[in-house]
């Protein structure tokens, strides 16, 4: 059986900027490692690569060297062959756009590419009409739906090919925001062009949900409900959004819209921290975690909260965290589950089958969650 060939592109820095809370990694890669942000692409590749492992002697990778590929994929043993070359100092846009360009003109069937929305931009811009592309999660907030729900499903979707499954292709929209804007509080996504993707089951995510949310009675029942049940001494962790930022307000808080604050006692004791700095905050003091859904797409860890890493949600316990969301956001889903993908594939299989969702004054959903797949 000939050897099915299957590209693979690495954006090294992609979701840098996540656990710095730096909304994004755009042109902030030094800002980010000069506050102690390690790579994180690589390991969420490994993650989707780990599901090919099996089927290692009916592939041969297409890649591009170093980091962007090569040096992972000679790690696991996979066989590939490297195109093209790179030069000194950081990858770039231009470093992905030309890779795509080699993958293709050496007959890659699948295309597989790790990043976030600015990556998906690149791909696109460089793809041919057609090529199917599947992208490996690894930015911060990701709006595209060119990406698998986690790494792990990237990876399944991918075996499934390989293995000769039916899998249809779809187009998938290619959106970004403006990163600059985002880290001023505002939110404005545009839409870049579209992707042939691989589409099955609920393996890929769907494209983020615009808006702001509306319905400002729930939260104001949801704050009078949450002011009433305070623990004192007890640290609660407000992950970012407007149902987040709007229970905050409700409450007379001042918090950051895209950021992860903390409240002890009725007070906001740190706004907007990094990973290590919430960690440090939670590490062995009684914590609570409120995070929301992203409407129409499900996730509730793993998608712009990455300073809500592994170890603060271990930190804090799973049984502490608790979803805030109206019925009206829920119904978006369509009966999807909520998401997580904190990039410990163990961590997420710990998670329960359904979470508890705060909709109203004392209305608690039971609501299902999946881990990656």
């Not at 790179?86 to 360009?101: F, H, Y």
């Not at 407007?242 to 007070?267: K, M, P, R, W, Y």
Request: hydrophobic share 45%; aromatic share 4%; charged share 25%.
């Amino acid at each position: 059986m000939s050897a099915f060939h299957m590209g693979l592109i690495i954006n090294p820095l992609a979701g840098l900027g996540g656990t710095a809370a730096l909304k994004g990694s755009d042109g902030v890669a030094e800002q980010a490692l000069a506050l102690g942000a390690e790579p994180r692409a690589a390991e969420r590749t490994r993650i989707a690569l780990q599901c090919l492992l099996p089927l290692a002697e009916r592939l041969e990778f297409l890649t591009f060297p170093g980091a962007m590929g090569a040096d992972l994929l000679a790690e696991l043993g996979f066989a590939h062959r490297v195109l093209g070359s790179l030069g000194d100092g950081p990858t770039s846009a231009a470093d992905t756009r030309r890779a795509v360009e080699a993958l293709q003109d050496a007959d890659c069937a699948l295309l597989l590419f790790a990043g976030g929305d600015g990556t998906a931009r690149d791909v696109c811009a460089a793809v041919r009409e057609g090529q199917p592309v599947l992208g490996i999660p690894a930015g911060v907030k990701i709006h595209s739906g060119v990406y698998a729900i986690s790494p792990r499903a990237a990876g399944a979707m991918a075996r499934r090919l390989v293995e000769g499954g039916l899998v249809r292709l779809a187009s998938g929209e290619v959106r970004d925001i403006d990163e600059a804007a985002l880290r001023e509080g505002k939110v404005s996504a545009r839409w870049y062009g579209e992707l042939t993707v691989p589409e099955e089951g609920d393996f890929m995510q769907h494209v983020k949900q615009a808006g702001v949310e509306s319905e400002e009675l729930v939260l104001v029942d949801i704050a009078d409900w949450l002011r009433n049940v305070w623990e004192d001494d007890v640290r609660y962790v407000f992950g970012p959004g407007s149902t987040l930022q709007g229970l905050a307000d409700n409450l007379g808080l001042q918090t950051t819209l895209l950021g992860v604050d903390v409240i002890e006692n009725g007070e906001v004791i740190a706004r907007d921290v990094t990973e290590q700095q919430l960690f440090e905050l939670v590490d062995g003091h009684p914590s609570r975690l409120l995070v929301t859904a992203i409407g129409g797409q499900g996730h509730i860890i793993g998608r712009g909260n990455q300073q809500i890493s592994p170890r603060v949600l271990r930190a804090i316990g799973l049984d502490h965290l608790r979803v805030v969301a109206t019925k009206r956001k829920l119904g978006t889903l369509e009966g999807r589950a909520l998401l997580v993908d904190s990039g410990d594939p163990a961590l997420d299989d710990a998670f329960p089958d359904a979470v508890r969702v705060w909709a109203g004054y004392k209305e608690e959903l039971l609501y299902p969650v999946r881990g990656s797949v």
